[in-house]
């Protein structure tokens, strides 16, 4: 487990706030459209919600075409 999943686990106020706010964010127009994109295009690789542990990865232009990446490495690559 990474240390941000540990974090939240060992602070349970913490993650409420976390929670409410990623809950408000993807309300939004903005995070709307990045939900609804990322859902279609795992749809379209045959990821979604089959428990695979993959993910469509996160690049310029993954809107449209994409591939399938693990998702710990796909949500770590933004960390540079």
Not at 31 to 38: H, L, Q, R, V
């Amino acid at each position: 487990m990474g240390r941000t999943s540990n974090y939240y686990k060992s602070n349970p106020t913490a993650k409420a706030k976390r929670n409410k706010q990623q809950s408000a964010y993807q309300k939004t127009a903005k995070g709307s459209t990045i939900k609804k994109n990322a859902n279609k295009l795992n749809r379209k690789l045959g990821t979604y919600g089959n428990g695979d542990g993959r993910d469509a990865a996160h690049y310029k232009g993954s809107t449209t075409r994409g591939r399938t990446q693990s998702m710990k490495i796909n949500r770590a690559s933004r960390r540079t």
